[in-house]
């Protein structure tokens, strides 16, 4: 089993409807992170998060939101989804001396 | 401008070439950095971290360059296999977010 688990893998979902995206650990890890990621721009960091009851915002957080209901679990939610969130996201955690970052499988996200 | 900028290539180099990326950051505070690998719209994986005195994996050697804010990846006997995208990441002091740059293409042919 992977380390870090994203679910669902591939979502077509239309627009105005939200949508869940699920980000489970077991690494043990404090730091969780959400990406996403365009073709030709990079990873780009969403929402971060410390601890439970730390929740940062990234570079691109409008239209997102997040929720670490757990140590192990922290989900991105699309309130109302727009076709421009059409996007590979990707869940990562990371230690508290903020060593590598371990990555999800993505979730491949298709708002028509 | 980027905090972390690289040359999006494509490289194509053929098998058993070297070849070299480099990246330049912007935040002198910039405390950790790494090369990741990502394999067609697969999850990064980490590649090796870079150290201040550089070093080295079997073929790969990894450089940072504080001064100049600037890291390098140097690949030596290129393999089919090392067809991929590589990711220049930084991590800044005290916020622990991972900034990745844009990547790089490197396509190695027969």
């Known amino acids: 089993d992977a380390d870090v688990t994203q679910t669902p893998r591939n979502r077509i979902t239309k627009t105005g409807k939200r949508i869940m995206l699920e980000c489970s650990q077991t690494k043990g890890h404090d730091r969780m992170y959400w990406y996403r990621q365009d073709p030709g721009l990079g990873l780009q960091l969403i929402y971060y998060s410390f601890d439970v009851k730390d929740i940062n915002k990234g570079e691109i957080s409008d239209g997102y939101s997040v929720s670490r209901q757990a140590q192990a679990k922290f989900s991105l939610s699309l309130e109302s989804a727009i076709p421009n969130q059409t996007a590979l996201y990707f869940c990562a955690t990371s230690d508290s001396r903020g060593t590598e970052a371990f990555f999800g499988q993505g979730t491949r996200l298709t708002v028509v | 401008r980027k905090e972390v900028e690289q040359d999006p290539g494509p490289f194509n180099v053929p098998e058993g070439a070297t070849v070299a990326f480099n990246c330049t950051y912007s935040?002198?505070?910039?405390?950790?950095f790494f090369w990741y690998r990502q394999d067609c719209r697969k999850e990064p994986k980490l590649l090796m971290s870079v150290y201040s005195s550089g070093n080295e994996d079997g073929r790969f050697t990894a450089q940072l360059n504080r001064a100049s804010q600037y890291i390098s990846l140097l690949i030596r006997d290129s393999k089919l296999s090392d067809s991929a995208t590589y990711l220049c990441v930084v991590r800044s002091s005290g916020t622990y977010k991972y900034i990745f740059g844009t990547g790089t293409r490197l396509k190695v042919l027969a």
């Open positions: 935040n002198s505070a910039s405390q950790s």
